[in-house]
């Protein structure tokens, strides 16, 4: 009876063994702790690719915490997030929903930031990035090779019609003797240039001393060529008042001031000479006709 309490109670204490190291097993797989030392925050994503509750977080590549809880914020994504308390996040961190996995799987990454300001955790939730999938590049790629398949197609049909217009009619002969002319223009051009090069020189030199005569001439007559310059400035500055003057005369005729103005609006004068042009006209037409009788005595 005793040697078979032995042997129960020994089964029994391999079983409770194996469920300890069960248990402890499962702890340490799933990273629990009897004593926290993990901080949460929140980040707000575009899109996540697919990421779920019990992705990794990596700082700079390292594992250092997990996805807690990912739900809708309006029209955005809030994960949260947990970390060890050992990262020190700073002001200017950077995080990146990005691929975990070649082909699969998503995880957060996090720049720490180089900032000597650490972050506010007040100002939750953070703006996160979406950084793409494998899966993304080559939606991408395809969508690309697609084009360029549209385009060599279109560098095709029209290599094919250059090819055709080339060999039909007289496109290439005359292209050819296009070039030819042009050979030909650029070597007369040539032969009139190296003809005319003596006259170039001498037109030059010609210019160059009618320059020096015109300097030294400066020169020499500076007080002449000063004065001369003083009398147009006052030449003109005595334009400017007649010109002043003429505009004021101007004016007083439009308004009907002075005598010229009277003269030219004032229909009572008008009228008087006109009268007496016609008295005039009429004593020469009588003169003419009876003569001039004077009676001095």
């Not at 004593?35 to 992705?55: A, H, Q, S």
């Not at 996090?110 to 990035?129: C, E, R, T, Y």
Request: net charge neutral.
């Amino acid at each position: 009876m005793k040697k078979v309490l032995t042997t129960e109670f020994k089964v029994g204490l391999t079983v409770i063994i194996s469920i300890l190291i069960l248990i402890l097993g499962i702890i340490w797989g799933k990273e629990y702790r009897f004593v926290t030392d993990k901080y949460r925050i929140t980040v707000l994503f575009e899109k996540v690719g697919g990421m779920v509750p019990g992705d990794p977080v990596t700082v700079n590549g390292v594992k250092e915490g997990k996805i807690l809880k990912i739900d809708w914020h309006e029209r955005q994504v809030l994960c949260t997030l947990e970390i060890n308390n050992s990262v020190q996040l700073y002001d200017d961190a950077e995080f990146s929903v990005i691929s975990a996995e070649l082909l699969a799987g998503m995880k957060v990454e996090i720049f720490p930031g180089k900032s000597d300001k650490k972050i506010n955790l007040s100002k939750q939730p953070f703006k996160g990035k979406y950084g793409g999938r494998i899966v993304d590049v080559g939606l991408v790629i395809g969508a690309l090779s697609e084009d360029m398949s549209a385009l060599t197609y279109r560098i095709d049909t029209t290599v094919s019609m250059v090819n055709d217009l080339l060999k039909k009619g007289n496109l290439q002969s005359d292209l050819k003797n296009a070039l030819s002319n042009f050979n030909d223009i650029s070597g007369q051009l040539k032969d009139m240039f190296d003809t005319s090069s003596g006259k170039f020189k001498n037109a030059v030199v010609n210019f160059e001393n009618l320059t020096e005569k015109i300097n030294d001439f400066v020169n020499n007559n500076e007080q002449a060529v000063g004065s001369t310059v003083n009398n147009l400035n006052l030449i003109s500055g005595r334009l400017d008042t007649i010109s002043a003057s003429m505009q004021m005369l101007l004016k007083n005729v439009e308004n009907k001031q002075g005598t010229l103005g009277k003269m030219v609006y004032d229909s009572t004068l008008y009228n008087n000479l006109s009268k007496t042009l016609s008295s005039i006209d009429s004593l020469a037409k009588a003169i003419k006709q009876d003569g001039l009788d004077i009676d001095l005595f």
